[in-house]
């Protein structure tokens, strides 16, 4: 069994965003129904409903995990079912939340070395005591077995492998910081329980044929939703990036992620990590229609489930 809660199911800034007055963030905080408010992307994995991997730590998690039953304390003064933190990338939106869970309890943190890098270079993250959490390095294209912290199987096993993506905003520097990499710096995560196969991955600038091979026959996929067009916030006036200089895929371009999945067989396909100006996040969008019709859906916060 995979059990599967999507904790959060923005991109960076949430839905709404704090500073945001765009027509959908107005919509969501005026708590429209058809344009529910949404934390940033994060989900949690169990394979023994006992046991739970965070994947992504974003700014929300301390909210994500208030409204999260399964990953309340369930035993003594102080304890917790999260065995350990899996990151997908050194971004502000999947680190930062690591500072909420600074309060002396054990659990590991799982990474490629350049996350890792990331956090040993800013000594604000030593605030997670290394006596306390430990930081283990998961090799790319490497299975690693999902264990407590006793070292016991959970059911489940794990593999980090490199996406097309970019360095963090914060660490971009040299004659192209822009540049497009595939060296560690994203990753995907790709998870089973011997029967049963996730593939998440929240960020991707491109698709490519190494990337076709790895998600096809998937039973169930978690990709970057982040904007409807590469140019959605330059013609909104959001912005002056484009998403292929965020890093991102588009979900409709001619060589956005619909097109891209069309021949590989996956089964269920869900966009997560979708920024507030993209129309998929209001339920009366004909763009939302579209990307139904065409067979995804579209996470939400508390979205579940098991395979």
Known sequence: MIDLVVLGAAAGGGFPQWNSN???CQRA?????FAPSRTQASIALSGDGEHWFV?????????????TPVLH??????STPIAGVILTGAEVDTITGLLTLRERQPFEILATRQVLDQLDANPIF???NRAVVTRNEVKLDETHTLTT???????LSMTLFAVPG???????????????????????????DGHARIVFIPGCARMTDRLRERLRGADLVLFDGTLWTDDE???????????????????????????????????????????????ILLEDSPERAEAEAAGWEVSHDGMRITL
């Open 22 to 24: 765009a027509p959908g």
């Open 55 to 67: 994947v992504n730590a974003s700014p929300d998690l301390r909210q994500q995990i208030n409204q």
């Open 166 to 192: 970019k360095v963090p905003l914060y660490a971009e520097k040299g004659a192209d910081p822009a540049a497009i990499v595939e060296n560690g710096e994203t990753v995907g995560l790709d998870v089973t």
């Open 233 to 279: 916030m330059l013609r909104a006036g959001l912005g002056e990036k484009t998403g292929k200089r965020m890093g991102h895929m588009s979900v409709n371009d001619s060589d956005g992620t619909i097109a891209a999945f069309r021949d590989l067989g996956v089964k269920r396909k869900v966009f997560i990590h979708i920024n507030n100006s993209n129309p």
């Open 126 to 128: 030593e605030a997670l």
């Open 149 to 155: 912290l006793e070292g016991r199987p959970t059911g």
């Open 73 to 78: 304390p369930k035993t003594g003064l102080r």
């Open 29 to 33: 905080r005026s708590g429209d129904p």
